[in-house]
């Protein structure tokens, strides 16, 4: 059974800073691997999706890269802002278009 | 509309009566996903649909628990005699599967559940 782990699981940086979220798996047989944001009371907003072909991908202040062999995935976000406070999610596809998430990294970035 | 949607919001209930749930998918979007959100938890994947296929239901935590999707469109997850366990934010989200990999889901605001 896929297993996903999301550290550290609360951050809280001043403006400015670069960050990065990591998300462990522990079956490496992925398809996908897919990075939310989620508002408090909203639902969730896809960011970047890497297929299990690609190392990277990029939007803007935001990087994500993905090592299958090591099951790891990690969110870059440069200079960050007030408006990237959010909780980040992790969400791995397998076998089958189900994922399994991890339980996220609440991020607060303070002016 | 633009995106997914869920009604209603919020859902306060007692416990033992039945609840319905609706979703309505991006137009065009095959795949139909319910996940359930607890307070302190991940998302827990409870249904997915793909078109006229099967339902996969492995998610689903009881027998208490249903969905339907009619037409390929708008889906009601019910939920009978609602317990306080079953208290959580319910989330759809709908994509386009691209042969085995899986496309971008895209999801409602979700339906917060309370059950008294």
Do not use: M
């Amino acid at each position: 059974k896929q297993e996903v782990t999301q550290i550290p699981a609360a951050l809280s940086v001043p403006e400015g800073e670069n960050l990065v979220l990591n998300c462990s798996f522990t079956d490496s047989a992925i398809y996908n691997l897919q990075w939310f944001r989620q508002d408090p009371g909203k639902g969730l907003t896809s960011l970047l999706l890497i297929q299990s072909s690609q190392r990277e991908q990029t939007s803007g202040r935001l990087n994500a890269s993905l090592d299958k062999s090591s099951g790891r995935s990690t969110l870059y976000i440069a200079a960050s802002q007030p408006g990237d406070s959010a909780t980040y999610l992790c969400a791995v596809y397998g076998g089958s278009y189900i994922p399994t998430f991890g339980r996220g990294t609440s991020l607060i970035v303070h002016p | 509309g633009a995106g997914v949607s869920q009604s209603p919001s919020n859902k306060v209930t007692e416990k033992g009566k039945d609840v319905e749930l609706r979703c309505d998918p991006i137009s065009g979007h095959t795949a139909l996903y319910w996940y359930r959100q607890s307070l302190g938890q991940g998302l827990e994947f409870l249904i997915y649909f793909q078109g006229n296929s099967a339902p996969d239901k492995s998610g689903l935590p009881s027998d208490r628990f249903s969905a339907e999707r009619t037409g390929g469109s708008v889906s009601t997850l019910t939920i009978q005699r609602t317990q306080q366990e079953d208290s959580a934010v319910y989330l759809c989200a709908s994509s386009r599967p691209l042969g085995t990999s899986a496309d971008t889901q895209y999801f409602g605001p979700g339906t917060r559940l309370t059950v008294l």
